[in-house]
């Protein structure tokens, strides 16, 4: 049973950078796609990015060219590069993996763009 911690959340200006991490231990077995959503308050939960076990990645239209999603396979680990932020990302954060029957949520990271 696979477990995800994110991290790097916090408090932002507007056109400032934040990178989250999300760092999965455990096992996880036929990794099919992790991805980054975001919530904002009063709204459902929408995907940010994601990135497939082949390496393809898909990204929001509202991030794309800023954000960047990647991962760093020796630590177990799923990033999110944030650039040129707005406040319109503010929310939290989710970490997701989907394996080949499960899907594993993290507890979500809080990020706060001020403007």
């Known amino acids: 049973q696979g477990q995800l911690v994110e991290s790097g959340g916090g408090l932002v200006q507007a056109g400032g950078s934040l990178r989250l991490s999300c760092a999965a231990s455990g096992t996880f077995f036929s990794i099919r796609v992790m991805g980054w959503y975001r919530q904002a308050p009063g709204k459902q939960r929408e995907l940010v990015a994601t990135?497939?076990?082949?390496?393809?990645?898909n990204y929001a239209d509202s991030v794309k060219g800023r954000f960047t999603i990647s991962r760093d396979n020796a630590k177990n680990t799923v990033y999110l590069q944030m650039n040129s932020l707005k406040p319109e990302a503010t929310g939290v954060y989710s970490c997701h993996i989907a394996t080949g029957p499960s899907h594993y949520w993290g507890q979500g990271t809080q990020v706060t763009v001020s403007s």
């Open positions: 990135l497939t076990s082949g390496g393809s990645t």
